[in-house]
């Protein structure tokens, strides 16, 4: 059973700043991937930001330059910086494991407004 542990969502204001974080646990026998997917009312959940095995970072056009992802690989943990942060980023924010098969996070909520 692998559980992922989400934490640091809230409300903030526009330009301003928050950081995720998701702790993965539980029998991880590997792991290919790990992201950040938000779905804000009404809308699909999409993929914001993912972390391969080896480094490689993808990021939604929407979000590059604005927010990183990074990685603590022995405490299976993965980190979403985000900056500068619009009324538009407002959405439930999934941590996302992609290892045997894809497991996913309670979900995190951000809201950007004034």
Known sequence: ???LVESGGGLVQPGGSLRLSCAASGSI???NAMGWYRQAPGKQRELVAAILSRGTTNYA???K???AIS????KNTVYLQMNSLKPEDTAVYYCNL???RRYWGQG???TVSS
């Open 29 to 31: 026998f590997r792991i």
């Open 65 to 67: 330059g604005r927010f």
């Open 108 to 110: 995190t909520q951000v």
């Open 98 to 100: 992609d290892s045997d």
């Open 61 to 63: 056009d929407s979000v």
């Open 1 to 3: 059973q692998v559980q």
């Open 71 to 74: 990685r603590d690989s022995g």
